[in-house]
């Protein structure tokens, strides 16, 4: 088992080494359909297995396509990991969409209106 350092170590560094095969690395035209951003990398106590959390801004239909293409390229970007990080083992690589973002600005979008409202409630009704 790994120590916590050494996971956030290693995630670190596969986050930024697949960040940069994501902009000049991967042929995939598919891959570029919508803009794709690492978000977040999980790598399990033993170094073997990798999540790499993906954000993607676009439609649904380049959303889809971009996973594709990102799961397609899975074993190119293993291989690369391989070669550009020392370890033991390359871990199994995982894309999986992150929709955190899109979350996050919908909350926000709905604090902002519910303030907006409060704020035009005020207004119109002055206090007695």
Do not use: C, W
């Not at 790994?2 to 902009?23: G, K, N, P």
Request: hydrophobic share 35%.
């Amino acid at each position: 088992m790994a120590t916590d350092r050494r996971q956030a170590r290693v995630a670190e560094s596969i986050r930024r080494e697949v960040s940069q095969m994501l902009l000049n690395g991967i042929k995939d035209d598919r891959v570029g359909t919508g803009m794709v951003s690492v978000t977040d990398v999980d790598v399990s106590g033993d170094l073997q297995h990798a999540k790499i959390f993906v954000s993607i801004y676009g439609d649904d239909a380049a959303k889809a396509e971009t996973m594709a293409g990102l799961k397609s390229a899975t074993g190119y970007v293993r291989s690369e990991l391989g070669q550009r990080i020392r370890l033991r083992r390359t871990p199994e690589v995982i894309f999986i969409e992150d929709n955190s973002l899109e979350r996050g600005d919908k909350v926000l979008g709905l604090i902002n209106r519910l303030s907006q409202e409060r704020k035009h409630d005020e207004d119109v009704s002055p206090e007695s």
